[in-house]
Antibody
Framework: EVQLVESGGGLVQPGRSLKLSCVASGFTFNNYWMTWIRQAPGKGLEWVASITNTGGSTYYPDSVKGRFTISRDNAKSTLYLQMNSLRSEDTATYYC?????????WGQGTLVTVSS | DVVLTQTPPTLSATIGQSVSISCRSSQSLLHSNGNTYLNWLLQRPGQPPQLLIYLVSRLESGVPNRFSGSGSGTDFTLKISGVEAEDLGVYYCVQSTHALTFGSGTKLEIK
């Protein structure tokens, strides 16, 4: 059974940093691209970052480019999202998802609240 | 960025009624490889989204066949043939032909 379990969320002050993790199981992690998607409270879904199966290439929308870094450790079947210079508008539940086009598997999400 | 416009924003249906949701794209979603990367997701209250339909019309494993998808180019439709109580939630279209974007969602309420 495919499982994605996010962790690392919490309350953080504006301008500070936070690192999210997503532990994957039930599939061959290094065969798949991975993606982070977020959802602000009561709002829709927004793409945050994607990474190739090897970790050799990463992709971001302009809203987070230069502030967020996606990475992975294939030996640990773990996906990461390093978030720097956090803003109030980054407040959201962050979901880890498998691949870049089908999105058949999602974690339960981890809530990040950016507030002073 | 590709903008996906979903209509209607809210939908109220009785059990057994058939409904449709439209998703219109600001650009063609036909990829150079011949695939059209347009999916439909359902997010039930308090849950992460789940995949219903991928590649416009392919039903994800385990999803009831009352859900169907159709369309091409820039116009796509999700149809529910006989709404059931468990279908309530927010439906999103999502495209990955270009940089990933989502529709704004359609909230389905049960009368």
């Amino acid at each position: 059974e495919v499982q994605l379990v996010e962790s690392g969320g919490g309350l953080v002050q504006p301008g500070r940093s936070l690192k999210l993790s997503c532990v994957a199981s039930g599939f061959t992690f290094n065969n798949y691209w991975m993606t982070w998607i977020r959802q602000a409270p009561g709002k829709g879904l927004e793409w945050v970052a994607s990474i190739t199966n090897t970790g050799g290439s990463t992709y971001y929308p302009d809203s987070v480019k230069g502030r967020f870094t996606i990475s992975r450790d294939n030996a640990k079947s773990t996906l990461y999202l390093q978030m720097n210079s956090l803003r109030s508008e980054d407040t959201a539940t962050y979901y880890c998802t498998r691949d870049r086009s089908r999105f058949a598997y999602w974690g339960q999400g981890t809530l990040v609240t950016v507030s002073s | 960025d590709v903008v996906l416009t979903q209509t209607p924003p809210t939908l109220s249906a009785t059990i057994g009624q058939s409904v449709s949701i439209s998703c219109r794209s600001s650009q063609s979603l036909l990829h150079s490889n011949g695939n059209t990367y347009l999916n439909w997701l359902l997010q039930r209250p308090g849950q992460p989204p789940q995949l219903l339909i991928y590649l416009v019309s392919r039903l994800e494993s385990g999803v009831p066949n009352r859900f169907s998808g159709s369309g091409s180019g820039t116009d796509f439709t999700l149809k529910i043939s006989g709404v059931e109580a468990e279908d309530l939630g927010v439906y999103y279209c999502v495209q990955s032909t270009h940089a990933l974007t989502f529709g704004s969602g359609t909230k389905l309420e049960i009368k």
